[in-house]
């Protein structure tokens, strides 16, 4: 048993490294889509807007099962037309740059009004004083943006890490997929094991969320820093 | 693709035997059916967590913190397979029955989640309830449950529609874990035509746009109820 629970450890290593890899990529192309949903460029609005209305209109189950098998075609593909032997995609490879995909959606969108929130004024000083557009971004913009995306964050931290729950259906061995591995292997009388290690793995989840609430309480405090609390 | 598309637009979208319930129908059923009964049970256990007695209002923030805090696909196989693996509950007539069916397990499951989500976006807008609105009623004489179900819940379920809604398309969106229980929704039908075909796009892409028009459709009808019941508020 306690090399099974073991196992459940090792997993939820992953998966805290999964959501980790997941948030950020998924950030940076909040900040990428974000920087062309409120771009001048129609085409880029363009793009930007189906990007996020595409990718939150379809679960993400769907699109992980769609991208991952899709994209293991097309490399199947490749290697048969080269004459080399398959490739099999990492899972780990697969499950991150899913999640960042689908959840970079979700990041424009927060991120987008995270930067409407900031007042035009602090631009048009920053423009007045003679900042260049990456001293106005990294020193006026993005630290007053954090303060109103924080929330956002905070709320697709939360779903990003269930959701990595979600992986082991393409065969990572994260918790779950340890969790019935345990499963497998192991027979208690009046068939108590599934649901112990099931629990298990539900209450690994539920302490990396439990903690990740107190860690962006602290973050939305710092970040608020020279503001009064807003009243509840 | 082609063949694909001719075997399988059925099962998508009409049904087909042996069900004679198309994925499409049967991600809508559990749609509707987990959001009604998780809403019916909310409604009750949000007011009793702003207003109850302590002796109530911590077990219902335990559900609730439990419920949000782990992922759906763990609360599905926990009572899924975890519950009917439990030799007691296979051996009584009644439970065994319950359990054994993988619909009856999928829709509990997602009720009792979207029930705990709809808990606290609830709670939030019972909370929210303006005091002025309170004493007002108050001072017109309402008190218990005539001020409960003439002023606070009627302001209070205006002020969650918005939140609901997003609450309901990920709800939407939950329901193609179904599949993985052999329930077979939209995704099942789509895995079982990937499962025959071998052609990844066609067999998931279709499952996405059906699932993308479904949402729209959600979206628009919650639009709707917004225009009707928010009308007071100033349009954004």
Not at chain 1, 80 to 104: H, N, R, T
Not at chain 1, 174 to 184: N, P, R
Not at chain 2, 43 to 70: D, K, M
Not at chain 2, 119 to 124: N, R
């Amino acid at each position: 048993m306690s090399g099974y629970l073991r196992q459940l450890l090792a997993g939820i290593v992953v998966t805290i490294e999964l959501a980790s890899l997941s948030l950020l990529i998924a950030f940076v192309l909040g900040l990428l889509g974000a920087a062309a949903k409120l771009s001048p460029n129609r085409w880029l609005a363009m793009a930007g807007s189906a990007y996020t209305t595409v990718i939150r209109a379809v679960p993400d189950l769907v699109l992980m099962l769609l991208m991952y098998y899709s994209v293991q075609n097309l490399v199947n593909a490749l290697t048969d037309l080269l004459g080399q032997p398959q490739i099999d995609i990492d899972p780990f490879i697969a499950g991150v740059s899913v999640l960042g995909f689908i959840y970079g959606a979700y990041f424009t969108e927060t991120i987008r009004g995270a930067v409407k929130a900031v007042p035009r004024g602090q631009l048009e000083a920053a423009a007045a004083f003679g900042l260049t557009r990456w001293q106005t971004f990294s020193r006026i913009l993005f630290p007053q943006m954090m303060r109103f995306a924080l929330p956002g964050i905070s709320n697709n931290w939360q779903v990003i890490l269930k959701a990595t729950a979600l992986v082991s259906i393409i065969n990572l061995h994260e918790v779950i997929y340890a969790a019935q591995a345990a499963i497998k292997g192991s027979s208690w009388p009046g068939g108590l094991h599934v649901l112990f290690y099931l629990s298990v793995a539900g209450l690994l989840y539920l302490a990396l969320t439990t903690v990740s609430n107190f860690v962006f309480g602290y973050l939305e405090k710092r970040y608020a820093a020279g503001f009064e609390r807003m009243a509840r | 693709m082609i063949d694909l598309i001719k075997q399988y637009w059925q099962p998508y979208l009409w049904g087909s035997p042996p069900n004679h319930i198309s994925g499409l129908a049967m991600t809508l059923w559990l749609t509707v059916a987990s959001c009604v009964m998780g809403f019916a049970f909310a409604l009750p256990l949000s007011v009793a967590r702003a207003a109850g007695p302590s002796w109530l209002r911590w077990p219902i923030w335990v559900f609730t913190f439990v419920f949000r805090g782990t992922p759906l696909y763990i609360q599905l196989l926990i009572i899924y397979s975890a519950i009917y693996g439990l030799d007691f509950v296979r051996n009584t007539p009644g439970l065994g029955a319950f359990f054994k069916d993988a619909l009856n397990c999928t829709i509990l499951a997602f009720t009792v989640n979207t029930c705990a989500y709809t808990t606290e976006l609830l709670t939030g807008a019972v909370k929210a309830t303006p005091r002025g609105e309170v004493e007002a009623a108050r001072s017109l004489g309402l008190a218990g449950a005539s001020l409960y179900l003439r002023i606070i819940l009627p302001s209070a379920l205006r002020r969650a529609l918005p939140a609901y809604s997003n609450e309901v398309i990920l709800m939407l969106h939950a329901t193609s874990l179904a599949a993985t229980a052999t329930v077979p929704d939209l995704l099942k039908v789509a895995r079982d035509a990937y499962a025959d075909y071998y052609l990844p796009f066609p067999a998931f892409g279709i499952a996405a746009i059906l699932y993308a028009c479904l949402s729209m459709t959600f979206i628009w009808l919650f639009r709707k109820a917004e225009q009707k019941w928010l009308r007071h508020l100033p349009t954004t």
